[in-house]
């Protein structure tokens, strides 16, 4: 694959897609309808600074690469874009695709609230085949807040302007947050394949020496087994049971830990190197923190 073409401002964006400059640098909303790919640029990889939010349906066939994923594009589908994520287009000139892009520079919000708190929605760090699926009435919420964007993007700015569009961008992202937790739970059957195929993993890697070899495992290398992204994974799972990836992991060292100190003579650093742990100072401190008791205390309940 090439070097991703990086596109630093949204003005190089419009010119690299065909499109008339934007009328604010910093943000701006188009349609697939008024994109014109020249057949140079199909397979050039892109990385930009700013945001990326985009709903797209009514695709002729082609199919867009987000990561290390596939997507194809027959349905309504709306995802999401971090500054810095690689984007590449194959085999499609976007010809039939209906739906809109929104690109919005990080500086555009600075001295905003939303400077921050855009960094706790986990789905822009999703892959693309974990993207959000909207109901007809959730589209037309969306819209509405686009179209208000789209207006105040487009008028002469005042005092208000920057003030507006923050604010329907914030509530866009909230309610995008809503739809998503509404759709981990209504694809109830595949979330629970997902935590089948979660424990099955977790079994088999407690069940073998995989913790003395490996190390405790991460949450990417979980993520990774599954074939999602470690965001996805953690907020599918805090929606279905309360608890993250993490605390999944945790949840399995903690059953195993107590299973130990019940059953064998293996003293508390024995089982912390068992159990994947560098130092048993660690292993105490979750121990204690997740049962309010020390390893030891624990054992000694048993005699």
């Not at 079994?203 to 949450?219: Q, R």
């Not at 599918?236 to 195993?256: A, D, F, P, S």
């Amino acid at each position: 694959m090439k070097t991703p073409e990086k596109v630093s401002s949204i003005s190089s964006l419009h010119k690299f897609l065909g499109l008339k400059k934007p009328s604010n640098p910093l943000i701006s909303v188009f349609s697939f309808d008024d994109v014109k790919l020249e057949p140079e640029t199909i397979l050039s990889a892109i990385t930009t600074d700013f945001y990326v939010i985009a709903l797209k349906k009514d695709c002729a066939g082609g199919k867009c690469r987000y990561g290390q994923q596939y997507y194809d594009f027959d349905e309504g589908i709306m995802y999401f874009i971090a500054p810095h994520q690689v984007l590449q287009f194959e085999d499609v000139l976007l010809n039939g695709v209906k739906g809109f892009v929104m690109v919005v520079h990080p500086d555009f919000f600075q001295g905003y609230p939303l400077a921050s708190t855009i960094k706790n929605y986990g789905y822009f760090s999703y892959v693309a085949n974990e993207a959000l699926h909207l109901s007809e009435k959730e589209e037309k919420s969306v819209m509405d807040i686009i179209g208000n964007l789209e207006l105040e993007i487009d008028a002469n700015m005042d005092s208000f302007t920057q003030d507006l569009l923050v604010s329907n961008l914030d509530l866009l992202l909230k309610y995008c947050d809503r739809y998503y937790n509404r759709q981990f739970l209504t694809r109830k059957k595949a979330n629970n394949d997902l935590l089948s195929k979660l424990e099955s993993l977790l079994d088999g890697y407690f069940k073998n020496d995989k913790l003395i070899v490996s190390g405790i495992p991460t949450v990417h290398f979980i993520a990774n087994e599954l074939n999602l992204s470690a965001n996805y994974l953690s907020d599918m799972l805090r929606v279905q049971t309360g608890q993250t990836t993490q605390q999944h992991i945790q949840n399995r060292l903690i059953e195993k830990a107590k299973e130990m100190l019940s059953t064998t003579e293996l003293s508390v650093s024995e089982i912390a190197y068992h159990l994947g742990f560098e130092h048993p100072q660690s292993f105490h401190r979750l121990f204690k923190s997740r049962t309010s008791v020390s390893p030891l205390e624990f054992r000694a309940s048993f005699n």
